[in-house]
């Protein structure tokens, strides 16, 4: 089993109780560590099964949270175990001491909470402990849980493996029958933004969970035309609804786009039926792509025809012409359900319902739309609404904008900043808690030049007496609603210091 997880390891003994792996080069003995954790992980949860103890796991509200969930949920069941999920936006030290007073046998933390893990452990002794994260870890760790992590052997979590990509390969470790979960953490790792490889490619421990998929003739990945909805959206939604690339006069104007198709006799239509990208023969995708690499050369924009195509992830044992076929509207979808207070239809769906819980998610996926249409309209609505400081945007959503949504609206407006080399700061009151929810989010240029959101986040959140952290390129922060001025004027140096080289300090 263990060596179709990752064949550059050679295993010196693989008995249940004691796992010791030799790695044949530095990315191997990397991941050899990352694997041990993953190994010392699926033990603990089936030593719990067996005493049949009662789980609890929670996840993060996120895509990649949501699938994270759906995997650990399929894997318990196929053991009968008894467990409970749920779905939380952040972990605080309110939810710790309710899992306190709850007194289950086992807690798993899944994209989520490896800080609230080692809180947790240090408060009890007689609770079984799991953190199944991809995120930094802000401190010191106690000893007293199992972490896996990827952070902790030296792998970047923000790229190279989601939350759910590290619940799978847990899953995998518990029980080989669970390989039929690797799409949804592919799924999950799209949702997290992890196609950072050429070409929209997921690399690095992604590409294991791939093969996975590949392997089980659950998944096809192919180059093709990047547009996204290609399953569901008619051809001239997609390519208006594009930012990357951003093509000029087409990108969000759906009348130009169309006109656009048409000029090249692709027929928009069949019958009264739009058509999808999906249902374009291979000599008219030759045609539409090198029109828009004409159109966008004599634009200037040379660097944007080299992102026309992208590696496509299809799920191939989902229905065409459904959100779940391609892993990038599975991905939206599970978000919506997460975001729209509904995370239990999009962890029934990971789980495999095809039936009313999809059915309600696909309700719940053209509401979360309107709404971020809703959102994105209101912030464009008064030019104010985002307000540039020295370094960095910001933008305030007042009560208006959901905190559970800012972060995907924070993830939206970042794309088409009028000065690409700042980051924006999103944040809405969460009125009922006195605080705010800010979403950071910013570019792989920025990060490659030094700047880490997660360590800004965490700093300048404790500083306000609040809680920050997350990747580099993208993080969060809950702070109270009176520190935030400060907290703004933190961050705006945070970033001015670490793009000038500085560190971040604490
Ligand atoms: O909430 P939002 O989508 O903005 O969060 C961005 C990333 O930062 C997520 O992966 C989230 O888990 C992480 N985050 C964190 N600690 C916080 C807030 C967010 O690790 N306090
Ligand atoms: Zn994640």
């Known amino acids: 089993m263990f060596l179709s997880v990752c064949k550059d390891l050679a295993i010196l003994n693989n008995s249940p109780n004691y796992i010791v792996v030799m790695a044949t080069s530095m990315d191997a003995a990397q991941n050899a560590s990352f694997f041990n954790s993953v190994f010392k992980a699926s033990e603990i949860i089936l030593e719990t ?16 949270g949501i699938a994270a969930a759906g995997i650990m949920g399929k894997a318990l069941c196929r053991l009968d175990a008894k467990f409970r999920i749920r779905i939380t936006q952040w972990v605080d030290e309110k939810l710790v001491t309710e899992i306190l007073q709850e007194k289950p046998q086992m807690v798993i933390f899944t994209d989520l909470g490896t800080e609230y893990a080692s809180l947790l452990s240090q408060k009890t002794s007689e609770l079984k402990i799991l953190a199944l994260d991809h995120h930094q870890v802000g401190g010191e760790l106690t000893e007293g849980f199992v972490c896996v992590n990827p952070h902790l052997h030296g792998i970047d979590g923000a790229r190279d493996i989601s939350g759910s990509g590290v619940t799978y390969f847990v899953a995998k470790a518990m029980d080989n029958a669970n390989v039929d979960l690797a799409p949804i953490a592919v799924v999950g790792a799209l949702g997290d933004l992890q196609d950072k490889y050429d070409q929209r490619m997921l690399g690095g421990l992604n590409e294991k969970i791939v093969e996975d998929a590949k392997n089980a003739g659950l998944l096809t990945v192919e180059k093709d035309l990047i547009f996204f909805g290609r ?14 690339p951003f093509i000029p006069e087409i990108s969000g104007a759906e009348d130009k786009s169309l006109a656009f198709l048409v000029s090249l006799d692709i027929k928009p239509k069949y019958d009264d039926k739009w058509r999808a990208l999906r249902d374009l023969s291979e000599e008219e995708k030759k045609r539409l792509c090198s029109a828009l690499a004409d159109y966008l050369l004599s634009k200037g924009l040379h660097y944007e025809i080299s992102n026309l195509i992208g590696h496509v992830y299809t799920l191939n044992r989902e229905e065409p012409w459904t959100p779940l076929r391609d892993g990038r509207e599975f991905a939206v979808l599970l978000n919506a359900t997460g975001r729209m207070d509904k995370p239990s239809l999009g962890i029934a769906v990971c789980m495999g319902d095809r039936g009313p819980a999809l059915e309600e998610a696909n309700k719940v996926l053209e509401n979360y739309r309107r709404t971020i249409n809703k959102y994105l309209g209101w912030v464009m609505e008064k030019p104010e609404r985002m307000r540039e400081m020295e370094n960095i945007y910001v933008v305030y959503g007042e009560d208006f904008i959901n905190d559970k949504i800012i972060g995907a609206v924070s993830s939206i407006l970042s794309t088409s900043l009028p000065n690409p080399e700042k980051p924006l700061i999103a944040y809405a009151d969460v009125k009922e808690e006195g605080i705010v929810k800010v979403s950071a989010r910013t570019t792989d240029l920025l990060t490659s030049r030094g700047l880490n959101l997660g360590e800004i986040m965490h700093v300048a959140a404790e500083k306000c007496l609040g809680k920050g952290g997350g990747h580099n390129v993208a993080a969060g922060a809950q702070v109270p609603t009176e520190n935030i001025d400060m907290f703004l004027k933190l961050v705006n140096e945070l970033v001015g210091k670490q793009l000038a080289g500085g560190k971040t300090g604490s």
């Open 49 to 64: 099964v067996k005493a049949e103890g009662l789980i609890h796991v929670y996840s993060h509200l996120d895509a990649d």
């Open 231 to 244: 399953e569901t959206r008619p051809i001239h939604k997609a390519l208006a609804s594009t930012t990357s």
